[in-house]
């Protein structure tokens, strides 16, 4: 079946180094959502893209969509302390409901 | 406006001991799910409901049962707990356009930290 996976698993960077996660998927995605979850939270809606190739960019953050919809990016530039936590890449199964999440990348900022 | 409301936020169960997760959304949304997060994992979907009156399995749905009793409330049972099910449960909903399609964000509750021994 579709899987969504995530790499790094876990990244530990130093505060102000830029950092980025990447997700992959097995089938087309006919979108992708990201979402942010604070050590002891829940998972927070980052944002959602929709069109290949598609980039969008909150202040810091960087957020890609493949050409091809089966991948998607998210890059940091300049970390801060605020930015720890998990960040999940999340698309819907089967053009369907169904989201499904990939396993997260864990971000450990040092100051 | 509360969004996403979970209860109880912490439970110990003994095995074999049952007990049902609520969850209530103020949003009017029309879809809500069931998410379980184990340490160290993603989130797994239990189960849906993509609109009032429907349920649907998700990745996981075995030792679960969900009732959508109403559009607010959407309900997750155990009917006999296994230490398998220590977990932190997490509601969400979504807005949904209706068209068959996720595409619109999750809103997630605060989620159960649930204990089985």
């Known amino acids: 079946g579709q899987q969504v996976m995530q790499i790094p698993q876990y990244q530990h960077v130093q505060e102000g180094e830029d950092f980025t996660t990447y997700c992959n998927s097995s089938t087309t995605l006919s979108n992708i959502q990201w979402y942010k979850q604070r050590p002891g939270g829940h998972p927070v809606f980052l944002i959602q893209?929709?069109?290949?190739?598609e980039v969008k960019k909150q202040k810091r953050l960087t957020f890609q969509f493949g050409e091809a919809k089966k991948n998607s990016s998210l890059h940091i530039t300049a970390t801060q302390t605020t930015d720890v936590g998990t960040y999940f890449c999340a698309g819907p199964r089967d053009s369907s409901y169904k989201l499904i999440f990939g396993s997260g990348t864990r971000l450990l900022v040092r100051p | 406006n509360a969004g996403v409301t979970q209860t109880p936020k912490f439970q110990v169960l003994k095995t074999g001991q049952s007990m049902t997760l609520q969850c209530a959304q103020d949003?009017?949304?029309?879809?809500m799910y069931w998410y379980r997060q184990d340490p160290g994992m993603g989130l797994r979907l239990i189960y849906y409901?993509?609109?009032?009156?429907?349920?649907d399995k998700g990745e996981v749905p075995n030792g679960y049962n969900v009732s959508r009793l109403n559009k607010r409330e959407f309900s997750l049972r155990l009917e006999s707990a296994a230490p398998s099910q220590t977990s932190v449960y997490f509601c969400?909903?979504?807005?949904?356009?209706?068209?068959?399609?996720?595409?619109?964000?999750?809103?997630f509750g605060n989620g159960t930290r649930l204990t089985v021994t």
């Open positions: 409901s993509a609109s009032e009156g429907t349920t």
């Open positions: 893209l929709v069109k290949s190739g």
């Open positions: 969400a909903s979504s807005e949904n356009s209706g068209w068959g399609l996720l595409n619109s964000p999750l809103h």
């Open positions: 949003m009017n949304h029309n879809s």
